[in-house]
């Protein structure tokens, strides 16, 4: 099969490079869109990744080369006009819950580094500053831990909370038999924000949960608690947690994912002046805030996975429509 590849870095032409397929990779450095989509002409799928944009033009401009293949190496498909790929006759793959413990363990990592100022200290050490005033964090021992969203990440992530001697809280739309044999309690939204020292969002993204974290549901959080993102960016409303962090509602927020990502994510700027994007800029000056650029999943063990995963379902898609084919021509 051959493949068009978009967004490609050099760290996935390596691990693609790397592995022996039967399929004919080209990597395309840039971004989907309806313009870019032309280096798709002659191929037989698409593989994406979660900034790129695959929406009804560019839909229109892959059934024009007959593309029925989008496959996303993401674990959503929030990028994706599912709608117009109906439409246009073209099949979605995705990779849910392919590295729940990379994402986790990046989250844990956002949450200890916010608690004990490790940026901030790191910062004052390397211009000689040794001095502790204004460091000081929690235990996270004892401490409550809400969990929106209780998927493959989801329970990861509680997995490491637990070890830290954390009591776990869990909103969930889908009822989960196993959360009170592992310890958990199965909450309302309300009560986890009400109750819980730090809020984690591991849900997925449509539209019941856009926003789910806003003005309204953060005046309900428990002062001083800590929110961390690390699954999709427009689970939150940035304005109102910067205003939330300012006044006090919130004690710190540390994100993976931003709303607006995709102008800006995996791209290098001279400065960070050059980010034109004010609601960005106030995140990334904020002393309050952790921000890291979509690389949660970004582990070897992840990229590992995340590359067979993506050629065994290839090879899947293309043994079931040859064999569509065989049993049309008998």
């Given at each position: 099969m051959k493949v068009a590849f978009f967004s490609a870095h050099a760290y996935d032409i390596a691990y693609f490079e790397g592995n022996q397929s039967s399929h004919q990779f080209t990597f395309i450095k840039e971004k989907l869109d309806p313009v870019t989509a032309r280096h798709a002409e002659g191929?037989?799928?698409?593989?994406?990744?979660?900034?790129?944009?695959?929406?009804?033009?560019?839909?229109?401009?892959?059934?024009?080369?007959?593309?029925?293949?989008?496959?996303?190496?993401?674990?959503?498909?929030?990028?994706?006009d599912a709608h117009a790929a109906d439409k246009a006759g073209v099949v979605l793959k995705y990779?849910?819950?392919?590295?729940?413990?990379?994402?986790?363990?990046?989250?844990?990592?956002?949450?200890?580094?916010?608690?004990?100022?490790?940026?901030?200290?790191?910062?004052?050490?390397?211009?000689?500053?040794?001095?502790?005033?204004?460091?000081?964090?929690?235990?996270?021992?004892?401490?409550?831990?809400?969990?929106?969203?209780?998927?493959?990440?989801?329970?990861?992530f509680a997995g490491i909370m637990k070890g830290f001697g954390c009591h776990i809280l869990v909103s969930d739309t889908k009822q989960h038999v196993n959360i009170t044999h592992n310890d958990m309690q199965?909450?309302?939204?309300?009560?986890?924000?009400?109750?819980?020292?730090i809020i984690s969002l591991h849900c997925s993204l449509n539209d019941t949960s856009k926003a789910i974290i806003n003005a309204q549901t953060l005046r309900l959080v428990k002062p001083g608690a800590f929110l961390i993102n690390t699954a999709r960016g427009k689970l939150v409303d940035t304005n109102a947690v910067l205003e939330a962090l300012d006044k006090g509602f919130l004690g710190a927020y540390g994100a993976d994912v931003y709303a607006h990502e995709s102008?800006?994510?995996?791209?290098?700027?001279?400065?960070?002046?050059?980010?034109?994007?004010?609601?960005?800029?106030?995140?990334?000056?904020?002393?309050?805030?952790?921000?890291?650029?979509?690389?949660?999943?970004?582990?070897?063990?992840?990229?590992?996975?995340?590359?067979?995963?993506?050629?065994?379902?290839?090879?899947?898609?293309?043994?079931?429509?040859?064999?569509?084919?065989?049993?049309l021509m008998i």
């Open positions: 191929m037989d799928a698409i593989c994406i990744a979660a900034t790129d944009m695959a929406d009804e033009a560019v839909m229109t401009e892959l059934n024009k080369m007959g593309i029925r293949l989008i496959m996303v190496r993401a674990s959503g498909l929030d990028n994706v990779l849910p819950g392919y590295s729940p413990q990379a994402i986790a363990e990046h989250t844990a990592a956002l949450l200890l580094a916010l608690n004990r100022n490790i940026h901030l200290a790191h910062e004052r050490v390397c211009k000689g500053d040794f001095s502790i005033e204004g460091l000081m964090g929690f235990n996270l021992y004892n401490k409550t831990v809400g969990i929106v969203g209780i998927g493959r990440v989801g329970y990861a199965l909450v309302s939204l309300s009560d986890l924000l009400r109750k819980s020292d102008s800006f994510f995996y791209q290098t700027f001279k400065s960070a002046a050059e980010v034109n994007d004010p609601v960005l800029q106030a995140l990334i000056r904020h002393p309050r805030v952790l921000l890291t650029a979509h690389q949660a999943f970004f582990t070897r063990e992840a990229m590992q996975q995340m590359t067979r995963t993506v050629i065994n379902e290839l090879t899947y898609h293309e043994n079931l429509t040859s064999g569509s084919a065989d049993r």
